[in-house]
Each structure stands twice: as structure tokens, then as C-alpha cells.
């Protein structure tokens, strides 16, 4: 089988162990698309530790991007951030305590399906169930099902 | 500056200092005739209601103030697409207190985000309706005389039914309460309600099916609605609809000292014989409703 290859990064951030499949909701939620650099997606890369898994390579500066949205979709994921080709750090993510506008509250009763320019703001209610609820109807989200 | 948009919004002092204003107002009503005088409540109605938007005005002229507001969405600018928070950006010009009722859940904390003065939620959908929760304590704490040791039999829609949720809300506060779920399969109490609830406080409950098999064990029987507007198919809700009638014979089974409690409207759910029943207490419910909102005004308003 042969090996692909992606080059280093100068200054950046490398995604590595993010579920097979999910790199492209990844890429939706941290809004990659909007970004003027350079994203590599590795789908289905080999890992001994998950089978296979998806890695996101992203050359910018290391502020352009808000990484919390991470630990709200899998807070496993392993973040290395890179400056002058090195890994300067390995970022622990973890639940962010509320998340604005990532996902949209899905019940029809909920005002935010017709207050005009009113922000979709779930707030974590229980860590370890990775339970979010609906700031303003309550309506439950479980992290890791989204 | 204090709103009231969920049971949580007050600790348990502060229920029970509004629950004694209450009872103090019921006793001698004329030491609060004029204390509002030159405020005004909105009554701000996006859903119709008899009950609540009457008892809201009724007590604020109780107090010696004024009134205003409307009373359906089509009578106010959100029929030409007002969103929620600019409406109450301009009465706050109009008014000093509001009370709001919506039918989407979590409106009030929208009006809340933008009001500069007290909001009161007076019923968002299906999820709150704090001021029904003070009458429903105010009744139970004056006719019981206790908030606590009680067992509590709520029946009908405890899915959809607001009035359930803010009261369970504000009775696992109190010592030993033990819930008794009565309803049909389908409209059982959220899950959230029994995980979030009821299993965190430790809070006793079982689940029934018929009302028949618990009566003789109940304090209270807290009676709902089944809510038409809350169904998106009018054949679930013709289904169970009449799914719980209480008459006269199931009085018999009950304890001499049980109280019946009921938000109304009710439609078929409590069988007019019942009323005469001395233990069928709605209709008094409904005049405490207005000493408690009177007690809330004052509250708000900081004008005790």
C-alpha cells in the first residue's frame, strides 16, 4: 500500500486522532472554508491506537482559529500546535461550558426558532454525561451525538 | 433588579417571604390599596388566557395601579413580525413592571436579555409558569399548613404541562415529598425531569398509570389539562384527551383530609359533582393566585 505524504507546517495547528468520518463536520464547525491558508485532510489514515482515524492539517497563525468548538464535538482529539516546524504544545481539550451558535436548538417550540437574530447558546449542565442544554427551552443535546 | 422567569429565579426565603406577604395581604387587604399607585403592569399576552392575565391585572389594581397590554398576539405588532426583544424595548418607555406570556418556551429570558424592568413569565409553551407555581404553594401552605411531608399525586399531562414542572421544581426544596406520576404512557414526565429532578434530590416517586390505584395515598392531587395546543396531531389529543376524569366515587377512595388542586381552565377532567366536595380546592386557588401576585408586584417593585 502505498504512503501518502503531507508536508510539515510552519506555524499551525495539526488535528490528529479525530474519529474516522468526522473531519469534514470538523472542518464545517471550525469554518475552515472561510480560511486563506493551507488545510490538508487525511481521511481514514491507519492508527493502531483507533483503527483508522481522520487528521486535519491547518497552516495559519495559531490565533486565527477558536478551538474550543473541539472539545464540544470529541475532546479526545489530540491538538499539536506547531511553530517553526515543531510542536510547541499539545492541547488538552475539554467541555466548553456553553457553545453559541455551533448547533441549533432543534425544538419547533423553543423561541429561538423565530426570534430574529437571537443567538443558539447551549450551556453544559452535566460533564460527565456530556449533556448540554438549551439556554432557553432546556432541550438536551448529548455532545458526542451531534 | 429581579425577574421571575423560573421557580429556580427565588430560594426558598425568598418564596416564603412572598408566601407570608401574601398571606398578610389576604388578611388585611386594605393596608395595600394605594402602595402602587402611579405604576403600571403590561400584560403582555402573545397566547390567550383568562386566569392568569385577569389575576396579573387584578392584582396590580388591587394595589392601587394601572394597567395595560395586550391580550393575543394578533393585537400586537408581533403579527407584523415584531421579534420579542424590540417589543419590550418600547413598553419598558410604557410601563414598570411586565408580566409576559409566550407561546415559545424560553421567550421571557429573551425579554429578560432586554428589559430594564422586572419581567414576570407568566407561561412560555410548555416549559414554565412560575406564578401558577406561588398559588399552587400559597393553597397548599394555607390550607395544608405545610410545604413539606407531603406525598403529591400530579395527573394528566405531566409531559407537556408547565404547571407540573415549575411546581416539582419548587417542592424538591422541601423536606420529604414523595411524587406520585399519574398519567398515560405518552405523557409521562420528561426524562429530564425524573434524571435532572427528581433523581438528583434524591426525591421519592412512582409512576402510575391509573388514578384508582394511588387516591388513598395522596395529600394532594394536583389535576392537569390535557393541552390541545400543545399537539401537532389533533388525533393523539383526541386519544387523551378524557384519558383521566375525576368524579365522586373516586373521592370516596381518597383521605378525608386531601385537597384537590387544579390550574384550570378544566375541560372534562374533574367532574362538575366534585366541586361541592370540600377537598376541591381550585376555586380558592384561583383567589390565592391573585394574593400571591400581589405579593410578587410588591416584590419586584421593591416596594416592601
Given at each position: 500500500?502505498?504512503?501518502?505524504?503531507?508536508?510539515g507546517?510552519?506555524?499551525?495547528f495539526?488535528l490528529?486522532?479525530i474519529?474516522?468520518?468526522?473531519?469534514?463536520?470538523i472542518?464545517?464547525?471550525l469554518?475552515l472554508?472561510?480560511?486563506d491558508?493551507?488545510?490538508?485532510?487525511?481521511k481514514?489514515?491507519?492508527?493502531?491506537?483507533?483503527g483508522?482515524k481522520?487528521?486535519?492539517?491547518i497552516?495559519?497563525p495559531?490565533?486565527?482559529?477558536?478551538?474550543?468548538i473541539?472539545?464540544?464535538i470529541?475532546?479526545t482529539i489530540?491538538?499539536?500546535?506547531?511553530?517553526?516546524?515543531?510542536?510547541?504544545?499539545k492541547?488538552?481539550?475539554?467541555?466548553?461550558k456553553?457553545?453559541?451558535n455551533i448547533?441549533?436548538?432543534?425544538?419547533?417550540?423553543?423561541?429561538t426558532?423565530?426570534?430574529?437574530?437571537?443567538?443558539?447558546?447551549?450551556?453544559l449542565t452535566?460533564k460527565?454525561?456530556e449533556?448540554?442544554?438549551?439556554?432557553?427551552c432546556?432541550?438536551?443535546?448529548?455532545s458526542?451525538?451531534? | 433588579?429581579?425577574?421571575?422567569?423560573?421557580?429556580?429565579?427565588l430560594?426558598t426565603?425568598e418564596i416564603?417571604d412572598?408566601?407570608e406577604l401574601?398571606?398578610?395581604?389576604?388578611?388585611r387587604?386594605?393596608k395595600?390599596?394605594?402602595?402602587c399607585?402611579?405604576?403600571k403592569?403590561?400584560?403582555?399576552f402573545?397566547?390567550?388566557?383568562?386566569?392568569?392575565?385577569?389575576s396579573?391585572?387584578?392584582?396590580?389594581?388591587?394595589?392601587?395601579?394601572?394597567i395595560?397590554?395586550?391580550s393575543s398576539?394578533d393585537a400586537?405588532?408581533?403579527?407584523?413580525?415584531?421579534?420579542?426583544?424590540?417589543t419590550i424595548r418600547?413598553?419598558?418607555?410604557y410601563a414598570?413592571?411586565?408580566?409576559?406570556?409566550?407561546?415559545?418556551?424560553?421567550?421571557p429570558?429573551v425579554?429578560?436579555?432586554?428589559?430594564?424592568?422586572?419581567?414576570?413569565?407568566?407561561?412560555?409553551?410548555?416549559?414554565?409558569?412560575?406564578?401558577?407555581?406561588?398559588?399552587?404553594l400559597?393553597?397548599?401552605r394555607?390550607?395544608k399548613?405545610?410545604?413539606?411531608?407531603?406525598?403529591?399525586?400530579?395527573?394528566?399531562?405531566?409531559?407537556?404541562g408547565?404547571?407540573?414542572?415549575?411546581?416539582?421544581?419548587a417542592l424538591?426544596?422541601?423536606?420529604?415529598?414523595k411524587?406520585?406520576?399519574?398519567?398515560?404512557?405518552?405523557l409521562?414526565l420528561?426524562?429530564?425531569?425524573?434524571?435532572?429532578v427528581l433523581?438528583?434530590?434524591?426525591?421519592?416517586y412512582?409512576?402510575?398509570?391509573?388514578l384508582?390505584?394511588v387516591?388513598s395515598?395522596?395529600?394532594?392531587l394536583y389535576?392537569?389539562r390535557?393541552?390541545?395546543e400543545?399537539?401537532?396531531?389533533?388525533?393523539?389529543y383526541?386519544?387523551?384527551?378524557?384519558f383521566y376524569?375525576?368524579?365522586a366515587d373516586?373521592m370516596k377512595?381518597a383521605?378525608?383530609?386531601?385537597?384537590?388542586?387544579?390550574?384550570?381552565p378544566?375541560?372534562?377532567?374533574i367532574?362538575?359533582?366534585v366541586?361541592?366536595?370540600?377537598?376541591a380546592?381550585y376555586?380558592?386557588?384561583v383567589q390565592y393566585?391573585?394574593?400571591v401576585?400581589?405579593?410578587?408586584?410588591l416584590?419586584?417593585?421593591e416596594?416592601?
Amino acid at each position: 500500500m502505498s504512503t501518502l505524504n503531507v508536508g510539515g507546517i510552519l506555524e499551525g495547528f495539526v488535528l490528529d486522532h479525530i474519529p474516522a468520518g468526522k473531519s469534514m463536520q470538523i472542518y464545517g464547525y471550525l469554518n475552515l472554508d472561510k480560511l486563506d491558508c493551507c488545510v490538508a485532510i487525511i481521511k481514514n489514515a491507519k492508527s493502531n491506537k483507533m483503527g483508522k482515524k481522520d487528521i486535519i492539517k491547518i497552516e495559519c497563525p495559531i490565533d486565527h482559529i477558536d478551538l474550543d468548538i473541539l472539545g464540544f464535538i470529541d475532546h479526545t482529539i489530540t491538538v499539536n500546535i506547531i511553530k517553526h516546524k515543531v510542536i510547541v504544545e499539545k492541547r488538552q481539550l475539554d467541555l466548553p461550558k456553553e457553545i453559541i451558535n455551533i448547533v441549533h436548538c432543534k425544538n419547533p417550540r423553543c423561541i429561538t426558532s423565530i426570534e430574529q437574530g437571537l443567538e443558539h447558546i447551549f450551556l453544559l449542565t452535566d460533564k460527565n454525561k456530556e449533556t448540554y442544554r438549551c439556554k432557553y427551552c432546556e432541550e438536551k443535546i448529548i455532545s458526542r451525538n451531534v | 433588579m429581579k425577574h421571575l422567569i423560573s421557580p429556580l429565579d427565588l430560594s426558598t426565603k425568598e418564596i416564603d417571604d412572598i408566601l407570608e406577604l401574601a398571606e398578610d395581604i389576604e388578611k388585611r387587604p386594605d393596608k395595600y390599596t394605594d402602595i402602587c399607585k402611579g405604576k403600571k403592569l403590561a400584560t403582555l399576552f402573545y397566547e390567550s388566557s383568562t386566569r392568569t392575565r385577569l389575576s396579573h391585572e387584578a392584582a396590580m389594581l388591587n394595589l392601587g395601579g394601572s394597567i395595560l397590554g395586550f391580550s393575543s398576539s394578533d393585537a400586537s405588532s408581533a403579527a407584523k413580525g415584531e421579534s420579542v426583544a424590540d417589543t419590550i424595548r418600547t413598553v419598558c418607555c410604557y410601563a414598570d413592571i411586565i408580566a409576559m406570556r409566550h407561546p415559545k418556551e424560553g421567550a421571557p429570558i429573551v425579554a429578560a436579555n432586554y428589559s430594564s424592568i422586572p419581567i414576570i413569565n407568566a407561561g412560555d409553551g410548555g416549559h414554565e409558569h412560575p406564578t401558577q407555581t406561588l398559588t399552587d404553594l400559597l393553597t397548599i401552605r394555607a390550607e395544608k399548613g405545610r410545604l413539606d411531608n407531603l406525598t403529591v399525586g400530579m395527573c394528566g399531562d405531566l409531559k407537556f404541562g408547565r404547571t407540573v414542572h415549575s411546581l416539582i421544581h419548587a417542592l424538591v426544596r422541601y423536606r420529604n415529598i414523595k411524587f406520585i406520576l399519574i398519567s398515560p404512557e405518552e405523557l409521562r414526565l420528561p426524562s429530564y425531569m425524573l434524571q435532572d429532578v427528581l433523581v438528583k434530590h434524591n426525591i421519592k416517586y412512582i409512576q402510575a398509570e391509573k388514578l384508582e390505584e394511588v387516591m388513598s395515598e395522596l395529600d394532594i392531587l394536583y389535576m392537569t389539562r390535557v393541552q390541545k395546543e400543545r399537539f401537532f396531531n389533533e388525533e393523539d389529543y383526541i386519544r387523551m384527551k378524557d384519558f383521566y376524569i375525576l368524579d365522586a366515587d373516586k373521592m370516596k377512595m381518597a383521605k378525608s383530609d386531601m385537597l384537590v388542586l387544579h390550574p384550570l381552565p378544566r375541560v372534562n377532567e374533574i367532574h362538575p359533582e366534585v366541586d361541592k366536595d370540600p377537598r376541591a380546592i381550585y376555586f380558592k386557588q384561583v383567589q390565592y393566585g391573585v394574593y400571591v401576585r400581589m405579593a410578587l408586584i410588591l416584590t419586584l417593585l421593591e416596594l416592601i
